[in-house]
């Protein structure tokens, strides 16, 4: 079932084809700060978005601002409404940049507080989506809510709760026409582009790029992780593809998938009265005493991926910004994509398998959308 829903960022004349949301029909954009910590660090989090608002306020722009929680931190918008006409992805990043310009001594003092666990960047580009209003978090049982700006003070993740939420209803659609005009006059003349980020420290620098091994179980473990949301399942479904595209490059040629009665009996996957079941299209052998998938016979644990998978990568760069930036990467396949065998393959795993970490991870700002899918959310969300 459904869980997280998306908006695009930019706005578009009209979304009847492909064509029409090609970067050259955006009509309108929608600048935000995307503000990241963690949720026992939730109060970092208010006190950027309270500093970022009073730059803008100090600028001139505040009927047309609002601030969303998010689930693990805030985003502060502005309604693209307010911009003047014109180049409006390019205004929308200009504004956003300008303004971190400003309270980048504020953040950075916050971001060392928060011991490194706020974050405050530039996410503009032509293909950004962003959570929408009353979405549920993709793992958290939070809300995506509309806080008011005169109660900014006051929240708490409480009003995020589904079964209680409070929500500033219609808050994104509010705005005074020409508001940002003279902060994107100004902001335009200093414009230059790059990106923008605010935060504690840098992230070391990898000492070697991920082998397809590790990529394809922690790729696989995120598929599973983001469509059944079962860690531990997860962990042991990633390691058992791995495992299996392993024979099947072995066994089939050079490519996965040939010659499959091969691979299938090499890896035990050929029956003899084992229990199997179809999972994201494909075909798995469970553990009845376990619950977890196996190989010929033997489950692969989560301590099992630890070992092969965690602790490897954890050697090259660490772990958990890898499975985080992997799972914002794969969630932005549609679902389709991660529930077929040679989709997941050819359009998730394959493009990245040995670049993994230099353009998901250190370039994870890149919209991983192909114009398929995100025709398809455009379609969705923003019409």
Same mark, same amino acid.
């Given at each position: 079932?459904?869980?997280?829903?998306?908006?695009?960022?930019?706005?578009?004349?009209?979304?009847?084809?492909?064509?029409?949301?090609?970067?050259?029909?955006?009509?309108?954009?929608?600048?935000?700060?995307?503000?990241?910590?963690?949720?026992?660090?939730?109060?970092?989090?208010?006190?950027?978005?309270?500093?970022?608002?009073?730059?803008?306020?100090?600028?001139?722009? !505040?009927?047309?601002?609002?601030?969303?929680?998010?689930?693990?931190?805030?985003?502060?918008?502005?309604?693209?409404?307010?911009?003047?006409?014109?180049?409006?992805?390019?205004?929308?990043?200009?504004?956003?940049?300008?303004? #971190?310009?400003?309270?980048?001594?504020?953040?950075?003092?916050?971001? /060392?507080?928060?011991? $490194?666990?706020?974050?405050?960047?530039?996410?503009?580009?032509?293909?950004?989506?962003?959570?929408?209003?009353?979405?549920?978090?993709?793992?958290?049982?939070?809300?995506?809510?509309?806080?008011?700006?005169?109660?900014? *003070?006051?929240?708490?993740?409480?009003? @995020?709760?589904?079964?209680?939420?409070?929500?500033?209803?219609?808050?994104?659609?509010?705005?005074?026409?020409?508001?940002?005009?003279? #902060?994107?006059?100004?902001? #335009?003349?200093?414009?230059?582009? @790059?990106?923008?980020?605010?935060?504690?420290?840098? @992230?070391?620098?990898?000492?070697?790029?991920?082998?397809?091994?590790?990529?394809?179980?922690?790729?696989?473990?995120?598929?599973?992780?983001?469509?059944?949301?079962?860690?531990?399942?997860?962990?042991?479904?990633?390691?058992?593809? @791995?495992?299996? !595209?392993?024979?099947?490059?072995?066994?089939?040629?050079?490519?996965? $998938? +040939? *010659?499959?009665?091969?691979?299938?009996?090499?890896?035990?996957? %050929?029956?003899?009265?084992?229990?199997?079941?179809?999972?994201?299209?494909? &075909?798995?052998?469970?553990?009845?005493?376990?619950?977890?998938?196996?190989?010929?016979?033997?489950?692969? &644990?989560? %301590?099992?991926?630890?070992?092969?998978?965690?602790?490897?990568?954890?050697?090259?760069?660490?772990?958990?910004?890898?499975?985080? +930036?992997?799972?914002?990467?794969?969630?932005?396949?549609?679902?389709?994509?991660?529930?077929?065998?040679? /989709?997941?393959?050819?359009?998730?795993?394959?493009?990245?398998?040995?670049?993994?970490?230099?353009?998901?991870?250190?370039? /994870?700002?890149?919209? !991983?959308?192909?114009?398929?899918?995100?025709? /398809?959310?455009?379609?969705?969300?923003?019409?």
């Amino acid at each position: 079932e459904a869980r997280t829903f998306y908006a695009t960022a930019a706005l578009y004349r009209r979304v009847e084809s492909q064509e029409d949301v090609e970067d050259s029909k955006i009509v309108g954009y929608t600048p935000f700060f995307d503000i990241d910590t963690k949720i026992d660090k939730w109060e970092f989090a208010v006190e950027a978005a309270e500093a970022i608002i009073s730059a803008l306020e100090k600028e001139g722009v !505040y009927k047309s601002v609002y601030a969303l929680w998010s689930g693990e931190g805030i985003h502060v918008r502005i309604n693209e409404r307010a911009l003047p006409p014109g180049e409006p992805v390019k205004t929308a990043q200009a504004v956003v940049r300008y303004v #971190l310009s400003k309270t980048r001594g504020e953040l950075e003092e916050l971001a /060392r507080r928060s011991g $490194g666990a706020l974050k405050v960047e530039d996410l503009i580009d032509p293909k950004r989506v962003f959570t929408a209003p009353l979405s549920l978090h993709r793992e958290l049982d939070y809300a995506a809510v509309c806080i008011p700006l005169n109660e900014l *003070r006051s929240f708490s993740p409480d009003w @995020a709760r589904p079964t209680s939420l409070k929500h500033d209803a219609g808050c994104y659609a509010r705005y005074e026409p020409g508001e940002a005009e003279a #902060l994107a006059k100004k902001a #335009l003349a200093e414009y230059a582009p @790059a990106r923008a980020t605010v935060a504690a420290e840098r @992230a070391p620098a990898p000492k070697a790029e991920i082998p397809r091994f590790q990529v394809m179980a922690l790729l696989q473990a995120a598929r599973y992780y983001v469509l059944y949301g079962d860690l531990d399942k997860a962990k042991s479904f990633g390691l058992n593809r @791995a495992i299996f !595209y392993a024979w099947a490059k072995h066994y089939g040629g050079g490519r996965a $998938g +040939a *010659r499959g009665s091969a691979v299938a009996t090499a890896t035990g996957e %050929a029956g003899g009265g084992k229990k199997f079941v179809e999972v994201a299209g494909e &075909r798995v052998q469970i553990d009845e005493e376990t619950g977890l998938f196996a190989m010929g016979g033997k489950p692969q &644990r989560p %301590a099992d991926y630890d070992r092969e998978v965690v602790w490897k990568i954890d050697s090259i760069y660490p772990y958990q910004r890898v499975w985080e +930036a992997a799972v914002d990467y794969v969630s932005s396949f549609p679902r389709e994509v991660l529930e077929s065998q040679s /989709r997941f393959y050819r359009r998730v795993y394959e493009p990245v398998r040995d670049s993994f970490l230099r353009d998901v991870v250190l370039g /994870r700002r890149k919209s !991983y959308f192909n114009q398929d899918s995100s025709w /398809r959310f455009s379609t969705y969300m923003r019409t």
